[in-house]
């Protein structure tokens, strides 16, 4: 992921929070009127923040603030340049001078605080985010006497601090004129913000939530990153409602719905949006509604349970915004999380059917806002509309996860399926895999086919008392040359189900999903352009049961696949007319 734009076009607090976002390491590089900064990332933390303005090192402040003296600042650059750089200078000191950690880590995060609250006065000039992994002794060579912190610091945290200061230094008058014009550089406007009270950060974290202050700016066609702040807003003047779907077609429908009932909506598609969107909001003295689709990607693209990812940083950040959860598909694990969090959910019809079903479906949407709105309990937690629609047109209704481990699932299949004809899904497509698995399996993982490995992707039904499933999943590799109980499918693009092998990889794979040794295990290929590109693991653990008819799941992975070759190849298409522009 490279993200190359226009301060203009995305101010600093959004793209700190894009990145925070993302949870990605990197280094982004401002460039503004002849001034340069660096801000390095961390897992998503800021670890540390230069800038050619700001000229004071931290061996300086340092000395200055009592914690070393010049005798010490020189023995240590002494040691770090002999030993090759390979410690960072704050641990020298640490480990060899007895200097307090506590203290530099104060001055540290200070300094950094301080660097990138002055780069909230850029408003013109151009940032580039380029991914990179980030090692201490590299940058410990490349200027040694600056530090970077182990953990970083919160990067919404210095978004909504930094909006705050530069905000009041505008009211005060002391920011650009009305012409546009700027301060001298002998008199930068960044150093006169970092020299007012105001400019020191609190000692402890505020009680609001750590989200950028202002809203989205609207972005140029130019940006690659303006879709990742776009927000739709439908027209009125009622009471505020944030609506979140990553289906097009449902998002439409609702919106009009609530259009309808005379609320002003901001539907968007991507959670990362709704989360800047409802802050905004909320800082104007706005109480919005907040409704999210509880089946989604998380904001760093990976899992099914993204509404649940945002539904607890609203409810987390916002306690008294009224939040409902919206899914056409049950989870037990995430609607337990949500009865945890007092948080209803009310079952809406599958994309499939959402246009024919609007009518069907008013009726109970207008309750649930209602209920929501008193305060109610909820009532409607467990109705599902599509059951209920497809009661009155004569067909049997759709049974869900915990009933349809023994069903061939022909039912859902046809819906899903015409979710699988939209070119546009691209990535989409596992998130489906996902969906129409849980159908089947208790538990079920997404794995990527490369070279040399079969790497985790994506999962759904894993124990996650630690709340690391995700994380873990994603870093589980399996080499493709040694045995396991991938071994079959990789060489017959086949799905296979039976019992489990005794291969020290399938161990391996299994312990990282939690240990276990399921009765039966399904594993089924997702084959484009005749290779095995990911494989689908599902088993009924923690039961000990078998998984049963699996027949329209296999036809669901083969046409997975041909989903694939279209995206594909419409991306292809698209690639060669732009070269042909």
Not at 468 to 493: C, H, K, M, Q, W
Not at 564 to 580: F, T
Request: aromatic content about 6%.
């Amino acid at each position: 992921m490279s993200l190359v734009g226009n301060l203009e076009d995305l101010g600093l607090g959004e793209i700190l929070q894009i990145v925070s976002l993302s949870r990605r390491s990197g280094v982004l590089a401002l460039q503004s009127r002849g001034r340069e900064a660096r801000v390095i990332f961390r897992n998503g933390q800021v670890i540390r923040a230069t800038s050619s303005t700001f000229q004071q090192n931290l061996g300086e402040v340092l000395i200055q603030q009592g914690v070393i003296d010049l005798g010490i600042l020189k023995r240590a650059l002494s040691i770090q340049a002999d030993e090759g750089y390979t410690q960072l200078l704050g641990v020298i000191m640490v480990e060899r001078f007895n200097v307090s950690a506590d203290a530099i880590e104060a001055v540290v995060r200070e300094q950094i605080e301080n660097v990138v609250y002055s780069l909230f006065a850029w408003a013109e000039g151009t940032f580039e985010f380029e991914l990179q992994e980030v090692g201490d002794s590299d940058h410990a060579k490349l200027d040694p006497v600056q530090f970077m912190l182990k953990q970083g610091l919160n990067p919404q945290y210095l978004a909504m601090e930094g909006s705050r200061i530069i905000d009041e230094q505008r009211h005060r008058g002391e920011g650009e004129d009305d012409h546009g014009t700027h301060h001298e550089e002998s008199v930068d406007f960044a150093f006169d913000l970092l020299q007012e009270p105001s400019a020191a950060a609190p000692a402890t974290p505020p009680s609001t939530p750590d989200i950028p202050s202002s809203p989205p700016k609207a972005h140029a066609e130019a940006s690659p990153i303006a879709a990742a702040a776009a927000i739709t807003s439908a027209a009125g003047e009622g009471k505020p409602v944030v609506l979140v779907d990553d289906d097009p077609a449902t998002l439409a429908v609702l919106t009009a719905l609530l259009s309808d009932m005379g609320y002003r909506v901001e539907a968007m598609e991507r959670g990362e949006d709704a989360l800047i969107r409802v802050d905004s909001l909320y800082r104007d003295g706005l109480r919005p509604t907040v409704l999210v689709d509880l089946i989604m990607p998380r904001m760093d693209g990976t899992g099914i349970l993204g509404g649940l990812e945002l539904m607890e940083l609203v409810r987390n950040n916002f306690p008294e915004l009224p939040l409902l959860g919206l899914s056409d598909f049950e989870n037990e694990e995430a609607q337990r999380k949500m009865r945890g969090l007092a948080i209803p959910l009310l079952m809406k019809p599958l994309k499939s059917e959402i246009e024919e079903a609007r009518d069907a479906f008013a009726p109970r949407f207008t309750a649930a806002l209602e209920s929501l709105a008193s305060g109610a309990e909820a009532a409607f937690n467990s109705v599902n509309i599509g059951d209920e629609l497809r009661l009155e047109m004569g067909e049997e209704p759709a049974l869900f996860a915990p009933q349809l481990h023994q069903s061939t699932g022909i039912s859902q299949l046809r819906g899903m399926l015409e979710e699988l004809n939209n070119p546009q899904l691209g990535g989409g497509i596992i998130l489906l895999v996902l969906r129409f698995a849980a159908e089947f399996v208790n538990r079920a993982v997404v794995l990527l086919v490369k070279k040399e490995t079969v790497q985790g992707l994506g999962q759904f039904g894993l124990q996650d008392g630690d709340g690391g499933a995700d994380a873990r999943v994603r870093n589980l590799t399996i080499p493709r040359g040694e045995p396991s109980l991938f071994t079959e499918v990789l060489e017959t693009r086949y799905p296979v189900k039976g019992d489990v092998d005794a291969s020290v990889w399938t161990h391996y794979f299994l312990e990282q999903l939690g240990g276990g040794r399921p009765a039966e295990y399904f594993v089924g290929p997702i084959v484009s352009e005749g290779k095995v590109v990911a494989i689908l693991y599902g088993d009924n653990l923690p039961e000990y049961k078998p998984i049963g008819d699996t027949d329209s799941l296999e036809i669901f992975l083969c046409q997975a696949g041909i989903a694939m070759e279209k995206a594909l190849l419409q991306r292809r298409l698209q690639e060669q007319g732009r070269g042909e522009m």
